[in-house]
């Protein structure tokens, strides 16, 4: 489908060379070529989920994204897996031009990022660790609101507060994450002083994204209360409520330890959901804005819609 909607400039846009200020969360299992290229080539920037990718697998994926589409993308790493420097180096050999971190300290890879022409994205939760991502030399921030599927992060703040306080803290663009499904979201996070704005729920309910049609059917039959938080005082999610997790907050009512609670989340279960389509007895990782998901389209017509609809957003405000 070609861009019908003329481009959207932001500093976003211009920095990472795409039309509209939409990036694609580099989500496990999710997030593979099919996706990535359709958000790309539809004029977003789509990131590929290396979470649930071995080293190989990565590399085979980056190099079937670029056989599909010329426009930019990215990889996501996150700095917390045990084979992040290999991971790191697959996104230098193979020239990708953007690389998406989070969990981890940017001074251990954007210089060599930067060096190789590379634009360096930081996922951040606080204005405090934005600073250091400014301090290390990232091009960009991702702000995670508690709004966000799977991991938004401990501080819990929403991106109402968050992107302002980044906006004004920092000179750096930001990309606001967490909730948002549609061009409304888009235009009340520029509103709030973003440069762009990363998408990840949203992107599931498509015909691209490599996930089992269960938990794609699940988030488009989900209600406005389904997205609850688990696990706060181990390790924050946020999912959808169904057995899986009745069981954690029942685990932790009757006193389990974070230990055996670290244990039920481990034990492969966003896999179990995504992969194998157990939509009960795995996370079903999903935002606050999945009570707005009724559809699953195809990537570029998504896209489409959210440009066009942010638009009408603008237009209709006073003033």
């Not at 999710?30 to 920037?45: D, E, I, M, N, R």
């Not at 250091?132 to 599927?149: H, P, R, S, T």
Request: glycine content about 10%.
């Amino acid at each position: 489908m070609d861009r019908l909607q003329p481009p959207l400039p932001t500093r976003l846009t211009d920095l990472l060379g795409i039309d509209y200020p939409i990036v694609q969360g580099g989500m496990v299992w999710a997030a593979g070529s099919s996706l990535v290229a359709a958000v790309s080539a539809a004029g977003g920037l789509g990131l590929l989920g290396s979470g649930s990718m071995y080293p190989d697998v990565l590399r085979e994926e980056i190099r079937r994204v670029k056989a599909a589409t010329d426009r930019p993308f990215g990889v996501n790493v996150s700095l917390r897996r045990d084979d992040s420097p290999t991971l790191l180096q697959i996104v230098l050999e193979e020239g990708v031009p953007v690389i998406s971190c989070s969990l981890g300290n940017p001074n251990i890879y954007v210089e060599k990022m930067k060096a190789r022409g590379i634009k360096t994205l930081h996922v951040v939760t606080n204005t405090k660790h934005a600073a250091k991502a400014d301090q290390a030399g990232v091009d960009a921030l991702i702000a995670v609101g508690i709004e966000a599927g799977g991991h938004p992060g401990p501080d819990e703040l929403a991106l109402t507060t968050l992107i302002p306080q980044l906006h004004d803290a920092t000179s750096l663009p930001v990309v606001a994450a967490g909730g948002i499904v549609d061009g409304r979201g888009l235009a009340a996070a520029l509103a709030l002083g973003a440069d762009g704005v990363q998408i990840g729920t949203r992107f599931i309910a498509t015909i691209e994204a490599s996930v089992h049609p269960s938990y794609k059917e699940m988030l488009v039959q989900a209600g406005p209360t389904d997205s609850v938080l688990i696990a706060r005082n181990v390790e924050l999610v946020r999912v959808l409520k169904n057995d899986f997790a009745a069981r954690i907050a029942k685990a932790q009512a009757d006193g389990a330890s974070a230990t055996e609670l670290h244990e039920l989340l481990r034990e492969g279960r966003p896999k179990l959901t995504m992969y194998e389509g157990d939509v009960q007895n795995g996370q079903v990782q999903a935002g606050q804005g999945v009570g707005m998901i009724r559809d699953i389209l195809p990537t570029a017509e998504l896209i489409q819609r959210m440009i066009t609809q942010y638009r009408q957003s603008r237009s209709a405000m006073p003033g």
